[in-house]
C-alpha cells in the first residue's frame, strides 16, 4: 500500500510517500494511524493528536474507522481551511 503524507504530516515524517507492507491486524484509517506512530518518534510527533490528521482513501476522504482493505492509497494532510 502506498502510503502519502502531506503539508506539515509530510514535514515530521520526513518523506511524501512510502510503500509499506500494513500488518494483517491494521484494520482500519484509525489503526494505520496507530501504527505508523508507533514506527518511530518523527511518525508519533506527526500522529500525536489523531482527531486532527484527516485521511483519504484512493483520493476519496474518509473517517478514521473507514477500512483500508483493497486500497491502493492512503493518504494523510492536515485539515484544510479556506475562505
Known amino acids: 500500500m502506498t502510503v502519502r503524507y502531506f503539508a506539515w504530516v509530510r514535514e515530521k515524517v ?3 510517500e512510502e510503500v ?3 500488518p ?5 484509517v484509525g489503526d ?7 514506527r518511530g ?3 508519533a510527533d506527526a ?3 489523531p ?3 484527516r485521511a483519504a482513501l484512493d483520493k476519496v ?11 491502493q492509497e492512503v493518504a494523510f494532510f492536515p485539515p484544510v481551511t479556506g475562505g
Open 14 to 16: 520526513g518523506c511524501a
Open 20 to 22: 509499506l507492507e500494513v
Open 24 to 28: 494483517v491486524g491494521v484494520a482500519t
Open 32 to 38: 494505520l494511524a496507530l501504527w505508523l506512530a508507533a
Open 41 to 43: 518518534p518523527q511518525y
Open 47 to 49: 500522529f500525536q493528536r
Open 51 to 53: 482527531g486532527v490528521v
Open 61 to 71: 476522504h474518509v473517517k478514521p474507522a473507514a477500512p483500508i482493505r483493497g486500497a
